[in-house]
């Protein structure tokens, strides 16, 4: 059974750092993607940032230049570099990865259960 557990979050002062990571676990045969979500309270959840197998990366325009995604396909996990934290990146950020389990079976999106990132002074 594939489990992402996601770690690093935390309360910051706006211009702050934090760095998440994720890391998927099980029998995993290849990860297509590996990405970041985040959710506010009443709002959508949005792609923050993703990254391929390959290393084609994707971000929101409003983390550019802040945000940096990375990955250790070895491993299967996912990092989230994020800095000069704003308020309005105060959200639960998700880990997503699509990924095969087995030779066998099918490709399939899985989620973390997330993690709280506050920034506020």
């Known amino acids: 059974q594939v489990h992402l557990v996601e770690s690093g979050g935390g309360s910051v002062q706006p211009g702050g750092s934090l760095r998440l990571r994720c890391v998927a676990s099980?029998?995993?045969?290849?990860?297509?993607?590996m990405g970041w979500f985040r959710q506010a309270p009443g709002e959508q959840r949005e792609l923050v940032a993703g990254?391929?197998?390959?290393?084609?990366?994707d971000y929101n325009e409003s983390v550019k230049g802040r945000f940096t995604i990375s990955r250790d396909n070895a491993k299967n996990t996912v990092f989230l570099q994020m800095n000069s934290l704003k308020p309005e990146d105060t959200a639960v950020y998700y880990c997503?990865?699509?990924?095969?389990?087995?030779?066998?079976?099918?490709?399939?999106?899985?989620w973390g259960q997330g993690t709280q990132v506050t920034v506020a002074s």
């Open positions: 997503n990865a699509i990924l095969q389990q087995t030779d066998a079976g099918p490709i399939a999106s899985y």
């Open positions: 099980g029998s995993i045969v290849s990860t297509n993607f």
């Open positions: 990254i391929s197998s390959g290393g084609n990366t």
